[in-house]
């Protein structure tokens, strides 16, 4: 995605075929919602009666 001013912040012109003078660049990483899931494990003893 880019973005691009369109007036200049000190005198108000329009920038529409300006010189580009620098760029930046930064990555955004959206991670996707995270669903809770739950799961009960039970062990279970057991011994012969005496």
């Known amino acids: 995605m880019q973005y691009e001013p369109e007036l200049c912040h000190s005198c ?3 920038l529409a075929g300006a010189v580009e ?8 990483f959206d991670l996707p919602e995270l669903a ?8 279970i ?4 009666p005496d």
């Open 21 to 28: 003078v620098g760029r930046e660049q930064r990555q955004v």
């Open 36 to 43: 809770l899931e739950v799961t009960e494990h039970q062990l």
């Open 45 to 48: 003893a057991r011994r012969w």
């Open 12 to 14: 108000g012109s329009g």
